[in-house]
């Protein structure tokens, strides 16, 4: 037996306006017409103006029992009902509006009155309201008996779960569409667990529609297989408004790593303190350390910045954040996706022992929109953007290509500006600052979808960061600093992407890309200048071997010339006694042309036995040519629904309190990581040739738990064992030797209490417990690591008032950063250096002190004006509301007798006006 329920006829009460909405459907044998026989609309009486309705969504179906004397009698019928809401989407009364007699009635509307809907709603506030639903009851076609002769099957079953993206629970009373070979259509609701079939199908190729209010519409096309049933798993977004894109955080694809963290655009556009950055909406995740002031860092679970690599579609870039960490290096708009793996991921990435930032450039919109940004089907369309704040002005046009079918393009660009205000107000200060930051950005997209399967998109993009300093009393700090210091980074990045099926069971994806990369730094008569011509290429296949397997080969290549200047002495290791002002210390020079070569292979499996379990093995193996050696990385990721809310669904739907069940994950993975060394510290001049890899073992185990719809608790545990750590210890020729003596550990926990957004308010709160220590070597003491933070507590939600404003505030308490404290002798705190004319600290134990406590509160008000051809938005970001003096480290006078605080930056207002079409 089939049961079917579609909304029929919706017809909301108002309180003070009603209104009337019509809506047909009939399972999946077809559809009546809007306003069609046996719709019932009610006569609307005048509506508030420009009042915003949005009528029930069903987001609990129960299944009602078949009444066992009509399914004797073969018996098939539709019972009308008018459900009425509450404010809270509960079915308050039920009656019935056009009965079906032999049982039906009563049983459709017992089911009914468990149903449970996501409110009415009038310019964003819930209200009650009345719909007319109809109950279908439908018998399934009887086996045919047990000696019937047996035929070669000539037809096929089509059938799969729809599911939300962002919680991955069902989407109950979506509809599929299935689009025969003649044109007609075939169309089925999904029952409370998401499911959905349509049997005896023709062998072909079918074009599948799956939709539900407010979620994206997705399109796909299936095989049909005679005698087989094609299973398929769809995952919906939620709807967006128009004008904005959605940005995940470790996206909709099943994961193959153990931490799995989601953020949707809106909580991204409206962080308080990141400014609608998506990529500085990461600092604001559990396991994330806070930088510190003014650099552009991603620490990540007590590792070094350099242990954490970012990748645009694959391909490494040199940095993720402009000077400062004001804003990242691709804007928003252009983001697709963000994956972001704090640890224990998968084996497709390597060369680093700490996380991995991938970002994904999306396709460039080309959907149409109707008059007051209403959404529309169509495409075909331009869309442009400009937005000016206190920071950077940015420009963004994208759209179809004239007279390419199936080509679209997206092009932007930005430039910071602070340095036309800050340069002035910097001089009249007597700061030593002669030119304020400059930044810019560009990106450029040529897209192609040759089939609805398979991508081509080329792109081009890079940035430019450019910072001065003089440094006007160089005698005061120290003779070798005389003149300038100037810092310049940049990369320039082409890139091809490909992704598509070469079979039903075979797909492939495939990246080249080449990069030129410089980095300049010039401090008195001391230079780095670094030039980098890098090659890179990815490519991967996926195979289904069977059932609930999938295995995945790839290839990771990187290559490439560079060319290196160094002029300087060699850098004392973090924490150990300065030898003596820079002008004392011996100066080594070196200028030569490397050859970059570090290629990589990888094998991961995908294994789902049940619907419950996913068990990810792989193995990666390294080969860095600059250091000779090869490093075999074997990892295991598993997740495995202890409680999944599709459990028990038959049963849930026939008692009296059945309700949804909250979903319960456990996780766990082990796996090596392997980090070449530097290259600086392979250098005949400068390191030691033929050091080897640095390795760490990560560990982690968690648990997820849904406590509501909206509400999910995340807690994790993680252990990170770091062995065959590049040092350095002195040798008997009085210089340095590295070596990979240095040992270490990372331990900790994050919890993750999260509200999913609804209408209204979305917010969480992160919590992260953890500390991070190193050895120089075996026998030397352990000692907490520079970028250690023992706690970090992150409070943050935003909330719609109504009339396009919305208010949000982010609050961090953090532990301080730790120091280096030079010795309080009473007398001698440092000693004199005649030949350089300057004090040498005398410096305690590395890292042995631990400035005060951070704390900080960021606000943000944005308001939003919608008119009929265009969108104009405008925001207010304040960084540091109460204006906190943070400390973030310790600074002395010219012969360190004297010690105070460095504090960090002051109350930043950042005012913001956006244009869209």
């Not at 819930?126 to 719909?131: C, E, F, L, Q």
């Not at 780095?528 to 995945?552: H, P, Q």
């Amino acid at each position: 037996m089939r049961f079917r329920s579609s909304p029929f006829v919706v017809a909301a009460t108002l309180a003070a306006s009603p209104a009337a909405v019509a809506q047909t459907g009939d399972g999946d044998t077809g559809s009546v017409p809007r306003g069609g026989p046996g719709a019932v609309v009610r006569p609307a009486a005048p509506a508030a103006p420009k009042a915003v309705v949005k009528m029930p969504e069903l987001v609990r179906f129960v299944e009602a029992p078949y009444p066992a004397a009509a399914a004797s009698a073969g018996v098939q019928g539709d019972v009308i009902l008018r459900l009425t809401i509450d404010v809270e989407g509960r079915v308050t009364q039920v009656e019935v509006v056009e009965p079906a007699g032999h049982g039906f009635d009563e049983a459709a509307r017992e089911a009914a009155r468990r149903f449970e809907f996501q409110p009415a709603t009038r310019d964003g506030k819930p209200i009650a309201a009345k719909i007319l639903y109809k109950y279908s009851f439908t018998l399934k076609a009887a086996p045919p008996p047990k000696d019937a002769p047996k035929s070669k099957p000539s037809v096929g079953n089509l059938g799969g779960v729809l599911r939300i993206a962002d919680t991955n629970s069902p989407l109950a009373g979506a509809e599929v569409v299935v689009v025969l070979p003649d044109g007609t259509e075939r169309r089925v609701l999904t029952d409370d667990a998401g499911r959905w079939e349509l049997r005896e199908l023709a062998p072909g190729r079918y074009r599948v529609r799956a939709g539900a209010q407010g979620f994206q519409t997705r399109e796909e096309v299936e095989e049909i297989s005679a005698g087989q049933a094609t299973e398929v798993t769809y995952r919906l977004a939620p709807e967006l408004e128009e004008g904005t894109l959605e940005v995940v955080v470790q996206g909709e694809r099943p994961p193959r790593e153990v931490t799995r963290r989601t953020l949707e655009r809106r909580e991204i556009e409206r962080i308080p303190g990141t400014s609608g950055d998506a990529l500085r909406s990461i600092q604001s995740l559990p396991g994330v350390a806070r930088p510190p002031g003014l650099a552009g860092l991603l620490i990540v679970r007590g590792s070094a910045p350099n242990d954490t690599e970012t990748f645009v579609d694959g391909t490494t870039v040199p940095l993720i954040y402009h000077f400062g960490g004001l804003s990242s290096v691709v804007p928003t708009e252009l983001l697709d996706r963000i994956d972001f793996y704090p640890g224990n991921f998968s084996a497709r990435y390597g060369r680093v022992q700490g996380g991995i930032v991938d970002v994904g450039l999306r396709k460039p919109n080309t959907r149409c929109t109707g008059p007051y940004g209403k959404p529309s089907e169509e495409t075909g369309c331009y869309h442009g953007l400009a937005q000016v704040d206190l920071i950077d002005a940015r420009v963004l046009a994208q759209g179809p290509i004239p007279g390419l079918p199936k080509w679209s393009f997206a092009v932007g660009g930005r430039r910071s500006w602070i340095d036309a205000w800050l340069k002035p107000v910097l001089e009249e200060s007597g700061a030593g600052v002669t030119t304020a930051p400059v930044y810019y950005d560009y990106q450029a997209i040529a897209e192609h979808e040759p089939t609805p399967k398979s991508r081509l998109s080329l792109r081009g993009f890079g940035s430019d960061d450019r910072l001065e300093i003089l440094i006007r009393d160089p005698v005061a700090e120290d003779p070798a600093f005389g003149g300038n210091i100037r810092f310049r980074t940049a990369f320039h990045q082409g890139q091809a992407l490909y992704t598509g099926e070469l079979s039903p069971d075979v797909d492939f994806s495939s990246m080249a890309g080449f990069q030129y990369g410089l980095i300049r730094f010039s401090l008195g008569n001391f230079l780095f200048d670094l030039d980098i011509y890098a090659v890179t290429l990815r490519n991967e296949l996926g195979f289904k071997l069977g059932k609930g397997f999938k295995l995945n080969a790839g290839m990771d290549f990187l290559t490439g010339p560079a060319e290196v200047t160094v002029r300087a002495p060699p850098p004392p290791r973090p924490g150990e006694p300065s030898p003596g002002p820079f002008a004392s210390r011996p100066v080594l020079e070196t200028q030569q042309q490397i050859m970059l070569y570090r290629p990589a292979w990888y094998l991961e499996g995908e294994w789902t036995p049940t619907a419950r379990l996913r068990v990810v093995p792989g193995v990666r193996l390294d080969y860095a040519r600059d250091s000779g050696h090869a490093d075999v990385s074997p990892r295991f990721n598993a997740r495995y629904d202890l409680v999944s809310p599709t459990d028990g669904d038959e049963e849930a739907a026939s008692s009296a309190a059945g309700r949804r069940r909250m979903r319960t994950t456990v996780k766990g993975g082990v796996g090596v990581y392997h980090q070449p060394p530097e290259f600086q510290q392979t250098d005949e001049v400068f390191g030691t040739p033929g050091i080897r890899s640095n390795r760490a073992i990560h560990y982690s185990v968690g648990v997820e738990q849904e406590l509501t719809r909206h509400v999910e608790l995340s807690v994790e545990g993680f252990y990170k064992d770091l062995d065959n750590q590049v040092s350095r210890a002195p040798n008997d020729r009085g210089a340095f030797t590295y070596n990979n003596e240095g040992l270490g550990s990372v331990h900790g926990l994050e919890t993750l209490l999260k509200y999913k957004p609804d209408s209204r308010f979305f917010g969480w709160l992160a919590y992260t417990l953890s500390r991070s220590v190193r050895q120089d070597g075996p026998d030397d003491p352990e000692y907490l690591f520079q970028f250690d933070q023992t706690h970090n507590l992150i409070m943050l939600g935003s909330y719609r008032l109504g009339r396009g404003w919305e208010f949000g505030a982010r609050f961090r308490i953090v532990s301080g950063p730790l120091a280096t404290p030079v010795l309080r002798a009473p007398a001698l705190p440092a000693l004199f250096s005649a030949d350089a004319g300057a004090y040498t600290p005398l410096q305690g134990e590395p890292y042995s002190e631990r400035l005060p406590l951070f704390h900080q509160l960021d606000l943000r008000v944005d308001k939003r004006w919608q008119f009929q051809d265009w969108r104009l938005s405008a925001y207010l970001d304040v960084q540091n509301a109460y204006n906190n003096q943070a400390v973030e480290a310790l600074v002395y006078n010219y012969n360190f007798s004297q010690e105070t605080y460095q504090t960090g930056l002051p109350l930043i207002p950042s005012v913001g006006l956006r244009g869209e079409f």
